[in-house]
């Protein structure tokens, strides 16, 4: 007989299960850029992109409404592009054949000397003593309230450092037809049913504007927006209401 098999050691074993290894993955971060955004500004409204102005403004030392005007004009030179020049105007030459009360008459007569020396300043020693000048007599006269006097005058000539003997010449009308000259030159651009003060704008002339008290900071620059504007248009001529304060000087 033959021989039986033998059976094998590992009949009925299971094989044990393989082992998978799984390698591990790392995720690779993503750098992602942010693209570059350029930021182009809003372009300005029409009509806000202000070119460089000129202004010409005349003044009697002794209006109020004049000295308020050009100190708000001083002002917006320091926030707009504009550049404004003195001259010289007198409100007893304006006056001279108008039927006015004698109070009136007696005030322009005392103002001849203070518009004399203001013209000399200015003939002589230019436009930036001429504005320091009259910022110099117009604080004395309107801030102060010193009135004008020759005193007045003359410490408003110390003031600014000029000449002493200058005071001199409001006393003579030596010089009258240049003053005369002077005023009229700014009221014939404007009419003479107007006063002080008078306003070139690039050239075209306007009465006024009126403050009381005047605008400030941006609010000033505001105005002369507004003045712009309105002085841009050739047929513009007139904006007025009645005024019911007196000159407020802050």
Known sequence: MGKKAKKSSNAGKKSPAKSIKVKSI?????????????????????????????VDLWFDPRCPWAWLASRWMLEVESMRPVKTFFHVMSLAVLNESKDISEDYRRKLDQSWPAVRVSLAVGQQYGQEQLAAFYTAIGTRIHVRGEGESRDTIAGALADVGLPPELIELGDVGDNDDALRASTWDGMNLVGLDVGTPVLQVNGRAFFGPVFSPRPHGEEAGRVWDGVLALGSYPGFFELKRTRDVGPIYD
């Open 26 to 54: 790392k995720a690779k971060s993503i750098k992602i850029k942010p693209e570059r955004v350029e930021v182009v500004p809003d372009p300005e409204p029409a009509g806000l992109v202000q070119e460089s102005s000129t």
